[in-house]
């Protein structure tokens, strides 16, 4: 189902490649402490998708290393 892959998903990349930054972009509002505690280490940051886009692109070009 969509939601078990949902969640299987950051931990599936994370093994395939460590160092690949892993953005979550959703629209589903989450708790961030939720999201902390079973993605710890998994994902580089935590975006809504009502996020501006610039900010959007702000934070991608961040944790791919860009200014």
Do not use: N, W
């Not at 892959?5 to 690949?20: G, I, M, N, T, V």
């Not at 710890?40 to 944790?63: D, F, M, N, P």
Request: aromatic content about 2%.
């Amino acid at each position: 189902d969509r939601e078990a892959l949902r969640q299987r998903l950051p931990h599936a990349l994370h093994a395939a490649a460590p160092k690949l930054p892993v953005i979550l972009l959703t629209g589903v509002m989450f708790d961030p402490v939720l999201i902390e505690k079973t993605l710890a280490g998994k994902i580089v940051c935590y975006i809504e998708k009502t996020t501006s886009l610039q900010e959007i692109l702000a934070r991608v070009r961040q944790h791919l290393g860009g200014s």
